[in-house]
């Protein structure tokens, strides 16, 4: 977490709503109950908003887990104080072995390599594992065929099968999940092909926890979802198609710059490279110290609009690697120093994860998990 001050020297920087957050993992907690563990997935810095505050928000609260995809993220959980289970959903080289046995990490085995990596660590029994099996995704996992072996080395390792898990390959991006009900079926008979109990079974992401109460087994992953924002617009339409679409997602992340000069522009002249803007009146723009270096991503150039004093100010010609130019002339009292919103909301108007992500031709995971990944990030209510 970040303290005020640093927020008086940055360029950009983010601010994480704590009442969103914690409202956001309540709803999921009551959609799946008590009885089932509530994994918080926070890998890649908790999607981009900071994975230090946002576990620190959550922990006592609503995560029974964490969900990393490195032994590094791990450690740097419990480095932080973190005491509840943590799961490395990334494969864990040899030399990061040791160090997550000592932190008391979950490691994924997804295949066979893995398997005798961790068999020849000396202390591999201290270690609860959890199987990735291959389902339908084919990246990473163990296929069926390899199953039986890799119960049998484990189990006479002394290691301890905690969990079983596999990820869906289409469960966001449609609205019809054939497929994904196939992966059920397939994960379903792997459990049943192994000669051992699985206490842990676990597949729903997000999407799968608001749709579908037949994937969450044991353990739901909420990821996305966590930080208000729904997996995709399919997702959504599925939702309603079940009446499920009055889950109340509050958004987390609000990402703010400062105006750092203001020019006044003549009609005809021209704004940034490749004069690709020309003013078709006297025009005054405000110069932010953002760009595609901060994960303000070049194609909102000429299309993304940002809120300056509460006003849609929209970006005129190109975002440059470090700068962005925006179009203040309709509003009137706009300074150096005003504080500007690249992504969230002023009163009543808002610029949105997928209002970027549409015009950047891409999801609004990326927009987030790519948001000024160098700046502070700091909670407000």
Avoid at 47 to 63: D, F, R, W
Avoid at 107 to 125: E, Y
Avoid at 197 to 223: K, N
Avoid at 255 to 265: G, L, S
């Amino acid at each position: 977490m970040t303290d005020h001050r640093d927020i008086e020297q940055a360029n950009n920087w983010i601010e994480l709503s704590s009442s969103a957050l914690l409202h956001n993992a309540t709803l999921f907690r009551r959609l799946i109950g008590r009885d089932l563990a509530f994994m918080a997935v926070v890998k890649a810095n908790a999607y981009g908003h900071g994975m230090l505050p946002v576990a620190k928000t959550i922990e006592e609260s609503c995560a029974d887990w964490f969900g990393v995809f490195t032994a590094a993220e791990g450690l740097a959980l419990r480095e932080a104080g973190i005491t509840v289970p943590i799961l490395v959903l990334g494969a864990t080289s040899r030399d990061q072995i040791d160090c997550a046995v000592e932190a008391g990490l979950r490691l994924s085995i997804m295949s066979t390599r893995g398997v005798k990596d961790l068999l020849d660590h000396p202390s591999c029994a201290r270690v609860p594992v959890h199987l990735k099996l291959e389902t339908g995704t084919n990246r990473q996992g163990l296929v069926g065929a390899q199953l039986p072996q890799a119960v049998s080395l484990l189990a006479g390792g002394g290691v301890t099968i905690e969990g079983a898990y596999t990820h869906f390959a289409d469960i966001e991006d449609t609205t019809d999940h054939i497929f994904a009900a196939g992966q059920i079926d397939r994960f379903t008979a792997l459990l049943e092909q192994m000669d051992v109990t699985v206490p842990i079974p676990h597949t729903a992401c997000t999407a799968a926890t608001i749709l579908f109460s037949d994937t969450h087994f044991q353990m739901v992953r909420v990821g996305i979802g966590l930080f208000g924002l729904w997996p995709s617009r399919e997702t959504q339409v599925s939702a309603a198609a079940l009446e499920r679409n009055d889950l109340d997602l509050r958004p987390v992340m609000t990402w703010k710059t400062r105006i750092a000069q203001i020019k006044d522009v003549p009609t005809g002249e021209y704004v940034g490279y490749g004069r690709t803007f020309r003013a078709t009146r006297p025009t005054r723009i405000a110069v932010l110290p953002v760009g595609y270096a901060d994960g303000y991503d070049r194609k909102l150039s000429g299309g993304a609009h940002t809120l300056v004093r509460g006003t849609r100010a929209p970006v005129v010609g190109r975002i440059c690697m470090n700068l962005t130019m925006v179009d203040v002339t309709d509003v009137a009292q706009a300074r150096a120093g005003d504080e500007v919103v690249l992504l969230g909301s002023v009163g009543d108007e808002s610029v949105s994860a997928e209002d970027l992500a549409r015009l950047a031709d891409t999801i609004n995971y990326e927009i987030v998990t790519r948001a000024a990944p160098g700046s502070p990030r700091i909670l407000v209510p």
